[in-house]
């Protein structure tokens, strides 16, 4: 089996843990700053990072390691994009009559595949903002609960308490791990394989 220099071995195994921090700056910045873009061009931004880095780290990486790293790194990415989301303030609490509660069961990629319920609540707010929480707790139709958000609605509103950052940011790290191990592994050269060589 071929195995890569140094060097670009090196530079591969970087680009995850470096495009994580650009896109961690980037999004906490479109969420947080004063003159953040509008939402078209913060997820456009993220998406360009996204697609440029995996398809960098695809074609340094190659065979069948470069196709899984490539996989990993997508999901560190946007694991590192939820972290940047659950780590932005919610300035703001009001109190909030649940209107109606929708239920879905969604397969979780990060958590063994295990299925996850979701609750997404409508609500009924003092000045009518905010109208929904899209990953709540169970709720029941009329319940009382104090909901989190940011004035500037740059960043969904949640139950008081339930966003951490510390979920995301495990899965994103484990992801980018993953990537960055996998760096390394090159599928062999034709004229290397056995039966091949000079």
């Known amino acids: 089996m071929s195995e890569p220099a140094p060097r670009e071995w090196g530079l591969t195994a970087a680009l995850p843990g470096v495009t994580a921090a650009v896109v961690f700056a980037w999004t906490y910045w479109c969420f947080t700053?004063?003159?953040?873009?509008?939402?078209?061009?913060?997820?456009?931004g993220v998406a360009i990072l996204l697609v440029a880095a995996c398809a960098l780290y695809f074609v340094r990486a190659g065979g069948s390691g470069g196709f899984f790293g490539?996989?990993?790194?997508?999901?560190?990415?946007?694991?590192?994009?939820?972290?940047?989301?659950?780590?932005?303030?919610?300035?703001?609490?009001?109190?909030?009559?649940?209107?109606?509660v929708q239920v879905k069961d969604q397969q979780s990629v990060g958590e063994g595949g295990a299925t996850k319920t979701l609750y997404r609540l409508g609500l009924?707010?003092?000045?009518?903002?905010?109208?929904?929480?899209?990953?709540?707790?169970?709720?029941?139709?009329?319940?009382?609960?104090?909901?989190?958000?940011?004035?500037?609605?740059?960043?969904?509103?949640?139950?008081?308490?339930?966003?951490?950052?510390?979920?995301?940011?495990?899965?994103?790290?484990?992801?980018?791990?993953?990537?960055?191990?996998?760096?390394g592994r090159r599928r062999p050269a034709p004229d290397t394989a056995p039966g091949h060589g000079s």
């Open 124 to 183: 009924t707010c003092p000045g009518g903002y905010p109208t929904e929480v899209k990953d709540g707790p169970k709720a029941t139709v009329g319940a009382e609960i104090r909901v989190s958000y940011d004035p500037d609605r740059r960043v969904n509103p949640s139950v008081e308490g339930e966003t951490s950052p510390w979920t995301p940011a495990l899965c994103a790290l484990l992801f980018l791990a993953a990537a960055t191990g996998l760096a």
């Open 70 to 100: 490539t996989l990993f790194l997508a999901l560190g990415l946007l694991a590192t994009v939820a972290t940047a989301d659950q780590t932005t303030a919610r300035g703001e609490v009001v109190s909030c009559v649940v209107r109606d």
């Open 33 to 44: 700053g004063s003159s953040a873009p509008s939402i078209t061009v913060a997820v456009t």
